[in-house]
Structures are given as C-alpha cells and as structure tokens.
C-alpha cells in the first residue's frame, strides 16, 4: 500500500440540471430532446445518472408550457424495462427531487421492447405528437427510424456536450476522488519498482521477473481497495513498447529502459481519472533522460498557459514549441517526437470536449489533462500527465503526484 490514507467513495449520485435542454430547444424552435442509450452511453449516463441495463432505453425532455405555473421546468421522462423501475426511480427521479423544477418521472415496459417505440409513446403522453424533436448526433439509427416513422423531424444538437464540457463543483469532488485514487495506484507502482532488484540483467521483484502485466495487476489492486476500477485503461509500456500509446500487453521491464504508467480508473458515479508517470531503473541517463527533461519541461509551460480565455490550440502550440527546443519535433504516429494532442477533456467520458488542439476557448469548470510526451520506437517513450482544472486565475491541479523519473518507496501522499 502506499501509505495514503483510503478515502471513501461519496454515496450521494452526481446531479444533472435540465434547463440547458430548455435553451437549447427555444433556441431550435423544437417541442421536445430525445435520447436511447445503455448503461456504456456516457451521454445518457450525465443526462439521466441512471447506471443500468445493458440494453437500450429512452429518455424525453420536454420544456414547460404556457399551462404549467410560474417557474416550472417542463417533464423529463425515463422509460426504463420494468425490472429496473426501482432503481431508475432512485438514480433518477429521488435523487434529483430538489435540483430543480423538473417534474421526473419513470415509464416502465417489457424488457425487449424497442426503446425507440417507448420514446415515441413517451412524446405522445405528454401531447407533443408532431414537431421538431432535437436529438445528439449518436443517437441509435433504430430510435431515429422509429420517431421520424411517427412523423418527427429530428435535428441533431451538440448542446449536451457543450453542457458536460462544463463540470459543476458536485462533478469537480468526483473528478478529485478518482484523481486521487490513481495517485495511489502510481504510487504502488513506484513502489514496486523501487523495491525491484537487477539480477542477471532482469528485474525481478518478490521473487519473480517483472513485467507490465504484473504491476498492471499491482495497480489495479490498489484502485479497488479504494472504491474505483480500472475500467481496462491501465497502460503500461516498457522499452519499445512504451512508444504504444495504448499498450496493454504483457512485457518484461528490463533495467535502463523507460516504464511509463498511465492509469485511467473510472468511480462509481461514471467518472475518470487520469494521470501519467514515466520511470526508469537503473538508467545511464541517456537518451530517456534527456526525453525526461523536455517532457517535465513542456509539462510546465503548458500548464502555465493554462487560463480563462486561452485557446485550447495555443496550450499545444506552448508544448510542442517547448519539445521542439529540446529537439523533440511534433512527428506523425510511429515516428521519433512528439505524435499526439496535448490533452483533451476528462469527465463522465476519458476523453471529451476540450480538446487541446482546437480554436475552443478555455473557462472555469473546464477540465483537461496536459500529457506532453515524446516517442522512439527503436527506444521507448516518456509522458507525463496531469489531470486539471481551469480556475478564474489560471488553473488547478485536481490531485498532486510527484514527477521523477527515479522510482521511490517513499510516496505518502495526503
């Protein structure tokens, strides 16, 4: 363990407030918002907070009329399978019961039946029977065929990624929770390595050799004990193959080559973290060094960059610049330099708006990560990567690590 101490998951479920939906309907001149999704659809996840089935369901958003009181916030409904009333009447309806002047509710049906169908259904019990219905632009081609069958028009609407670009201070303390759970698992990982011993030109640690997958398994461990799993995205590339972006083989660690851990665990209430390390054993301090010493450098130019009204774009522009300087190039995937963004977004999704390769302009509440890194397929790859959010002044880290490419025993994290 890392000798940080565990800090429980928050029961509470995360809140969504719908009056964006209504703005975005006034705005296209529609009557209602319609989704179908699963339990895996992120967008139905921060729409609904509903963690459950595995098969498609309907949601339908319509804002108030003329008929409703002052101040109400029109319907939303959830169509759930009939096994799954309960619950959805929990995640969905109860705990939003003061968020705000929505009136929820849950239509429940056969399991089977087609979501599109329930969405329709839904639509006509609250007298929207023709009309404009907006819709994301992932929406299932079935329950697309199904409303415009019943006469709907659909237009497509990016109003709910916009919306979760956006994290209120509810999803902030989520963000944090995970964040620092993954920080825990680095530090296990650290500490493996520290502790792992070169004999005959292998590591070996407790008495093995070591590889990815071992301290793969190391980490994982230690994002359970703490209430998070690691949603498959523990990536842990060694020598050649830390030049993989996503490796999730199993490959011995041999001393002097680059180990970079890039830990992704997702919480109960849907969202993520992400923070990178990269270590070397035993290194002579060549080329990963001088690697080392770019990336921990682009890391803090961009971080410095980091501001309300900042472009997403000039935040990678003050990397890349800062890598070139070290003679790490921008390069395509597969070359020696620098081939990727330096960071996107992070929340209900590991990788949602902003980007940070785009004319977006950056607010508060907008978290992204910032992971310069740079590659050699012939050598290994070094990234370094924190997980922030933008600040009225500048921005904030959601959990400290420390950086060094030199593992530790000796990370007690608060």
């Known amino acids: 363990m890392s000798g ?84 959805a009447e929990r995640e969905f309806v109860t705990a939003h019961v003061t968020v705000d002047a929505v009136d929820r509710s849950v239509r429940s049906h056969a399991a089977g039946e087609p ?85 005959n030109d292998e590591l070996r640690w407790d008495g093995d050799r070591l590889t990815t997958g071992r301290l793969r398994r190391e980490i994982n461990a230690e994002l359970a004990a703490r209430g998070v799993r690691d949603a498959g995205n523990t990536v842990i590339g060694a020598g050649k193959s830390a030049a993989d972006l996503h490796f999730t083989g199993d490959a011995a660690i041999d001393p002097g080559e680059t180990v970079l851990i890039d830990i992704s665990p997702r919480g109960p209430h849907g969202y993520y973290g992400d923070l990178t390390r990269t270590f070397v ?38 990397a890349a610049a800062e890598l070139a300087a070290y003679g790490f190039p921008a390069a395509e995937e597969g070359e020696a330099g620098f081939t990727h963004g330096t960071g996107h977004g992070v929340g209900v999704s590991l990788h949602e708006a902003p980007g940070l390769t785009g004319d977006t302009e950056l607010q508060p509440g907008h978290v992204v990560t910032i992971e310069p890194g740079v590659y050699d397929p012939d050598r290994g790859g070094v990234r370094l990567e924190d997980l922030v959010v933008i600040t009225d002044g500048g921005a904030e880290r959601l959990a400290t690590y420390p950086r060094s490419i030199v593992p530790s025993t000796d990370r007690f994290l608060d």
Do not use: N
């Open 115 to 199: 979501a599109g169908v329930r969405a329709v259904e839904a639509l006509d019990a609250v007298g929207v029977t023709t009309g404009s219905v907006l819709v994301p632009q992932h929406i299932p081609h079935d329950a697309a065929v199904y409303l415009q069958q019943a006469g709907y028009e659909l237009q497509s609407t990016s109003a709910v990624a916009e919306q979760r670009a956006v994290k209120t201070d509810m999803e902030l303390d989520r963000l944090q929770i995970v964040q620092t759970a993954a920080t825990a698992g680095m530090a296990r990982a650290e500490t493996v390595l520290a502790e792992s011993t070169e004999i």
């Open 4 to 87: 940080q101490p565990e800090r429980p998951v928050d029961p509470v479920i995360p809140t969504t407030r719908l009056s964006f939906l209504r703005r975005a309907i006034d705005d296209a001149d529609a009557r209602a918002f319609v989704h179908v999704g699963d339990r895996f659809d992120d967008t139905m996840r921060y729409l609904t907070r509903f963690s459950g089935p595995d098969r498609p369901y309907a949601f339908v958003h319509v804002p108030a009329d003329s008929q409703e009181p002052a101040g109400g916030g029109g319907r939303a409904i959830l169509c759930a399978p009939r096994l799954f009333r309960e619950q």
């Open 281 to 318: 054993v035993d290194g002579d301090g060549g080329w990963e060094r001088r690697a080392y010493v770019a990336v921990e450098s682009a890391l803090d130019v961009a971080f410095a960059e980091l501001a309300p009204g900042v472009t997403a774009a000039s935040v990678h522009a003050e």
